[in-house]
């Protein structure tokens, strides 16, 4: 059952209007009650989900990828134009794999591996920054500069290696090494940003819908046991779609995938994942969890993750301050037509503005303190040294924290 209790959730169905009554009759008669947008505090039962999670929990995996579930969502695929087939949903296989991880300054953070690519952003980021004197306040003129330096000489680089390829990984552990770290660090104290520098080529996927939906959440119990996971269908409502009789709503994450650039990792083909910005995260110190943390909202989870993760660990402001205050991106120039910027929410004081943009950066103020449209809300868990835990829920967007 979805709840639509509160306005921000209201929003984002709004927002999504056009392709809630574009002709899936499925997706209207789940979301579009008596064909209306759901009133706040309403519930939207979903007793076709309920029963394929039923399924899914009495079948296992083949009451899944095998049956009538899997045929509902290849005849849907079909009837669109899509190429699904049942052996696709059959040869499916969850993949178990080893996560990313690298030290800063006394701690090891571990992170989602590729086809995703968070971790192969901001991880190299921090190492760039790792011996850098930054000062608090983060949001300085002279940080965010910094920052953004780094940024700029990282993101070239990470956004080439990452996809589901064998090479992938390899490539990013090579991103992180202490040679590779030394060269970025002398290129981000070398460039300069340039506020009319252009996208340069259109080799990689972009998505920059103010409706990515994607969820992030960490659970920890009294075992140890901690699970800090990110899901997405990609944009609101992934593809519009929901088989008849599953209750499941079709992702579009096939967007997410190169098709111009047939050399690079993340171009399409059969049986790869497409590669994703998210980046689930736990922070250990001696062996033991300190932090698990993440957050949703496409392009800008790395550098949301960046900020919280640097101010938190470098810095050693208190986690509820790192995580609201005012949230900054830095964006690459995805079309031919547009420029990269250096975002911010409308917070950010003006002095430290007209600074930056000074200093050659296109600043751009996208919304209004903690609106969440284009700054997804962070949801973590501290492990405290007196063996309390804290949850932290950024209002940002619907974000709940709870204990038991």
Not at 9 to 30: N, P, V, Y
Not at 269 to 294: E, H, Q
């Given at each position: 059952?979805?709840?639509?209790d509160?306005?921000k ?22 979301y ?28 296992g ?66 190492k ?19 920052i ?11 956004s ?68 800090c ?6 944009l ?7 088989p ?7 992702n ?9 650039n ?46 919280v ?25 995805l ?37 969440g ?14 063996g ?17």
């Open positions: 059952m979805c709840s639509s509160l306005p959730s209201r929003d984002f169905f709004e927002e999504q209007i056009k392709k809630l009554r574009r002709g899936d009759t499925e997706l209207a008669r789940l579009l009650p008596g064909g209306q947008l759901p009133a706040v505090g309403s519930l939207l039962p979903n007793e076709d989900l309920a029963r394929t999670m039923e399924r899914l929990a009495r079948e995996r083949d009451g899944f990828y095998r049956g009538p579930v899997a045929a509902a969502m290849v005849e849907a695929s079909r009837k669109g134009g899509g190429v699904l087939t049942l052996e696709d949903f059959a040869r499916y296989e969850a993949r178990v794999v080893e996560p990313i991880q690298t030290t800063f300054r006394g701690r090891t953070i571990v992170c989602a591996p590729p086809p995703t690519g968070g971790a192969a952003l901001f991880l190299p980021i921090m760039v920054l790792e011996s850098d004197p930054l000062t608090a306040p983060l949001r300085s003129v002279a940080n965010l500069d910094r953004g330096r780094a940024w700029r000489a990282v993101q070239s680089r990470s080439a290696i990452v996809g589901d390829a064998e090479s992938a990984r390899f490539a990013v552990e090579k991103l992180l090494a202490s040679d590779s770290i030394r060269e970025l660090r002398i290129r981000a104290a070398t460039e300069k940003p340039d506020a009319k520098k252009k996208a340069a080529s259109l080799d990689e996927p972009f998505s920059e819908s103010l409706m990515a939906a994607t969820t992030h959440f960490a659970v920890a119990d009294r075992h140890g046991n901690i699970v996971a990110t899901q997405s269908q990609s609101h409502f992934g593809a519009g779609v929901v008849p009789g599953t209750g499941v709503v079709m579009n994450s096939m967007m997410n995938f190169s098709t111009t047939a050399r690079g990792p993340n171009y399409v083909a059969a049986g790869k994942r497409p590669t994703s910005t998210i980046g689930p995260t736990i922070v250990l110190r001696g062996g033991r969890p300190v932090l698990a943390v993440g957050v949703p909202g496409s392009s800008r989870i790395p550098t949301a993750l960046l900020q993760l640097y101010d938190r660990l470098a810095l050693g402001r208190p986690l509820a301050e790192a995580i609201g205050d005012t949230r900054v991106h830095f964006q690459s120039a079309r031919s037509n547009e420029q990269e910027a250096l975002e911010a929410e409308q917070s950010l004081p003006a002095a430290v503005a007209t600074a930056l943009k000074e200093r050659g950066w296109n600043v751009v103020l996208r919304e209004p303190a903690g609106t449209k284009h700054f997804g809300g962070v949801n973590a868990i501290e492990f405290n040294a007196d309390s835990l804290t949850g932290y829920a950024d209002p940002r967007r619907t974000n709940a924290a709870a204990g038991y």
